[in-house]
């Protein structure tokens, strides 16, 4: 049913562009807010929004500025619920059934601190539950909107890169699309690999097994970025960037 709701709404935005900035504040809003948020999966939105901009269809800072603006509006918001609300919201009626989202939040506050608000941005199950717990726990104000504004800068263009890269590879030369997607597949396995044997080398006791899997996380990261290299060099990987060169260079 999402999907259907997401498609109508990017060909309203193709149709629309003025109406865009608007659309893509109150999406990444609504993501942001408390316990709505985990309700509503507004990535796929957003992919298809970044996919508009990467095909130029949009401009790439209007709807970055959006994203700022109502990620930045809707965390704050929740923390400021939190906050107000400390001693009496983990009873609410309404909350209940969220309370495993708020236990989970707890641990990850609790493990990273204040990095857990930059990190959880891109982590979707708790990004919307995090700043109430930051209020919960009495994270100062001004603290947390610093975070909040600074770790906005950073998600908005980086939440949008994917959908974007989509959309400059739809405009690119006959096959060019398969080599990504190839190039694609290839750097989020050795991802995963790095980050699989970065755990076990923390989990196991034994010093040389230890070392020996973090010798192949190096090996795992050497290898992406050998591969991110040979692709950006490629004749594709230059069409590539020359299309998102046209994307950047627009500003409104």
């Known amino acids: 049913m999402f999907e259907s709701y997401s498609q109508s709404i990017l060909r309203f935005i193709e149709q629309s562009p003025e109406w865009a900035f608007f659309i893509v504040l109150g999406i990444t809003f609504l993501e942001s807010l408390a316990f709505i948020g985990v309700l509503m999966p507004g990535w796929l939105l957003l992919v298809g929004v970044g996919a508009l901009v990467g095909s130029q269809v949009l401009g790439f800072y209007p709807i970055v500025l959006a994203m700022l603006i109502g990620a930045v509006l809707g965390e704050g918001l929740s923390y400021y619920l939190g906050y107000h609300y400390r001693e009496k919201i983990r009873q609410w009626r309404w909350i ?61 263009p980086l939440y949008l890169l994917p959908g974007v890269l989509v959309g400059a590879a739809i405009n690119l030369p006959e ?52 591969l991110l290299l040979i692709v950006l060099m490629s ?9 998102l060169a046209r994307v950047l260079s627009v500003v409104m």
């Open 235 to 243: 004749e594709v990987g230059q069409a590539l960037i020359n299309t």
């Open 175 to 226: 096959g060019s699309q398969e080599v990504l997607a190839v190039a694609a597949i290839g750097e989020v396995m050795l991802l995963w690999l790095a980050r699989r044997w970065w755990i076990q080398s923390n989990k196991i006791e034994n010093n040389d097994q230890s070392r020996l899997l973090r010798f192949r996380v190096i090996m795992a990261i050497i290898c992406g970025l050998l």
């Open 96 to 156: 209940e059934s969220h309370q495993k989202g708020l236990e989970r939040a707890d641990r990850f506050i609790a493990q990273y601190g204040a990095m857990s608000l930059v990190i959880g941005r891109f982590i979707g199950p708790v990004r919307a539950v995090l700043p109430v717990v930051a209020g919960v726990s009495g994270m100062r104000q001004g603290y947390f909107w610093f975070i909040n504004i600074s770790s906005g800068l950073l998600w908005a």
